[in-house]
């Protein structure tokens, strides 16, 4: 099995979250992996694909989201996966995580896991304190979940 985490980013906090789930999956050879560099023809079945966004306008940004349309309706079947989002502590603010989740789901992938929040102070951040941290540990959980 080997782990990918698929990522865009606008201000570099959703890629050290994505660098920070993909070191907490080394074992597997996780690797954090931005749009353009994404080959999904190299999943294979059990594989695990972990993709987030920033939220953009109350969902992923629109070049995550064109990746993921791009992919055959069934090109995830047998992949395991999860989804996460960055976003500002709001009362009321958009969904990417969960969106994604659907748009996994629709081509095929076993999503694995609830999608994650990760929190930024304002726009542009900082990441709020202990988000890292907890992305390794959420990390750590989804190998948990597909018993790598």
């Known amino acids: 099995m080997k782990a990918v985490v698929l990522y865009d980013s606008a201000y570099g906090n959703t890629r050290r979250i994505a660098e920070a789930i993909a070191g907490s999956l080394e074992e597997v050879?996780?690797?954090?992996?931005?749009?353009?560099?994404?080959?999904?023809?190299?999943?294979?079945?059990?594989d695990l694909l972990v993709v987030g966004s920033p939220?953009?306008?109350?969902?992923?940004?629109?070049?995550?989201?064109?990746a993921l349309?791009?992919?055959?309706?069934?090109?995830?079947?047998?992949?395991?996966?999860?989804?996460?989002?960055?976003?500002v502590r709001l009362?009321?603010?958009?969904?990417?995580?969960?969106?994604?989740?659907?748009?996994?789901?629709?081509?095929?992938?076993?999503?694995?896991?609830?999608?994650?929040?990760?929190?930024?102070?304002?726009?542009e951040g900082p990441l709020l304190a202990g988000e890292v941290e907890k992305a390794q540990f959420w990390g750590r959980s989804l190998l948990h979940a597909v018993g790598g």
């Open 29 to 46: 050879d996780g690797e954090a992996a931005q749009v353009p560099a994404f080959r999904p023809e190299t999943l294979r079945e059990g």
């Open 91 to 123: 009362f009321i603010h958009g969904d990417a995580a969960g969106k994604l989740s659907d748009e996994l789901r629709r081509r095929g992938a076993e999503i694995v896991a609830a999608p994650q929040p990760f929190y930024v102070k304002g726009t």
């Open 55 to 66: 939220i953009n306008g109350w969902r992923p940004t629109p070049i995550i989201s064109a």
């Open 69 to 87: 349309e791009a992919l055959g309706p069934d090109q995830l079947q047998g992949v395991r996966a999860a989804a996460f989002d960055t976003r």
